[in-house]
């Protein structure tokens, strides 16, 4: 069990922006956030412990090939202010915490009438078990990505379709609405699902798509990783909170455990429920190529433990660190905040104070990343070449 945190709770907006303090330079949005600029003197702790290891998941964010699918054109950060940034972390570096001093500015996210300053939660890379073929063992099948998904990226849409859906299928006629989950567990694709390996059951499944990627153990021993390959674009819906919605488990001690032990327990709830999440994500096959890293995350970067944040990548650029002031999973119990890097995105993270942390692999990262719910204060670190402009970052 992590320490207690700094911030649990509601803690008052107001309560952070008076840690932080505020510079004389103009102020500026992002969504529905007001950027307050800040010193790097006022933020208590910066830049935290092991400020080099925040700089090591900066350099394979600048390293790393360009995302799959683009962000869009106007997301906060200079992308040649960050540029210039990441050329600099390319030297040699003796000193991780001048770096980041040097290189960029801080400004404090604050959302005007809020009562918390932020929003952050966990994830992670679960480990499971399963065979490249199936047996009755393993009858639940992965599946990799069919040739006719046409995935959107943010704010881009198809003629005729629902702006709310973030794919398509492609068809003679045009393009339509892919399958939802129900549809896809009951044949909708037809030779298109080809699996890629199976599981031990639907709830193992869940989970693999729930995270985003996994690592599997197969039955000689080899692990192989699991990797996000694009989804069907439709609305995801938590089977959890469904779960204690329908007065079935309490929230009060609501563990990741827990809620996939009672779906195991009752196969005829879990396969309504899990149905009802209409979203479905399928996966490809990887090496695993450094046990102490995760998997790649939507900025093609392979994941830092505990330094690489999911954010809204509608909002914020692939790359940007930030400081957030509490203290989380794996830290010190006196530590005021901690240093990370803007490395993924998902499906649920939307807003400019609302951030994933990747906490690890396995079991113990997975108890961790489920504890994670806390309010936490956001400082975005935007290159110094951006920062010094007037307007909008």
């Known amino acids: 069990m992590p320490p207690p945190r700094a911030w649990s709770g509601a803690v008052p907006a107001a309560l952070f922006a008076l840690l932080t303090g505020a510079s004389a330079a103009p102020s500026r949005t992002v969504g529905d956030a007001v950027l307050i600029p800040v010193a790097v003197e006022a933020l208590p702790g910066f830049p935290g412990p092991e400020p080099a290891a925040a ?35 390319a030297g040699d570096v003796a000193d991780a915490a001048a770096f980041f001093r040097d290189h960029f500015d801080p400004f404090r996210v604050e959302r005007p009438g809020s009562e918390r300053p932020g929003f952050l939660t966990g994830y992670f890379e679960p480990e499971l078990t399963g065979s490249l073929t199936p047996g009755p063992d393993f009858p639940t099948p992965v599946l990799a990505r069919p040739d006719d998904l046409v995935s959107l990226g943010p704010g881009e849409t198809r003629p005729g379709l629902d702006p709310a859906l973030r794919a398509a299928r492609a068809t003679a006629d045009g393009f339509a609405p892919y399958p939802d989950r129900a549809a896809i567990e009951d044949g909708a694709l037809g030779p298109r699902a080809k699996p890629i390996l199976w599981l031990r059951d639907t709830v193992d499944l869940l989970v693999l798509q729930v995270q985003g990627s996994g690592r599997v153990r197969l039955p000689d021993g080899r692990a192989v990783r699991v990797l996000y390959d694009g989804r069907n674009g439709r609305p995801y819906t938590a089977v959890a909170k469904l779960i204690v919605q329908e007065g079935l488990l309490p929230l009060e001690g609501l563990t990741l455990a827990r809620w996939t032990g009672w779906l195991r327990e009752n196969p005829d709830a879990a396969r309504r429920l899990i149905r009802s999440n209409a979203s479905y994500i399928f996966f490809r096959l990887a090496a695993v190529a450094d046990p102490a890293l995760g998997p790649p995350g939507a900025a093609n970067a392979p994941l830092s433990p505990g330094r690489s944040l999911a954010v809204d990548a509608g909002l914020w650029r692939y790359g940007l660190p930030f400081w957030l002031a509490g203290r989380l999973p794996g830290g010190a119990p006196d530590a005021a905040g901690r240093l990370v890097i803007a490395a993924d995105t998902g499906s649920a993270i939307v807003g400019p104070a609302r951030g994933d942390l990747f906490i690890g692999t396995g079991e113990p990262a997975g108890i961790a990343a489920g504890d994670l719910r806390d309010a936490v204060g956001f400082v975005v670190l935007l290159p110094k070449a951006n920062a010094v402009r007037g307007g909008t970052p």
Do not use: E
């Open 55 to 89: 700089l090591d998941a900066f350099r394979r964010v600048c390293g790393a090939p360009a995302p799959a699918l683009p962000q869009p054109a106007g997301v906060a950060g200079d992308p040649a202010a960050l540029a210039g940034a990441c050329a600099a972390a």
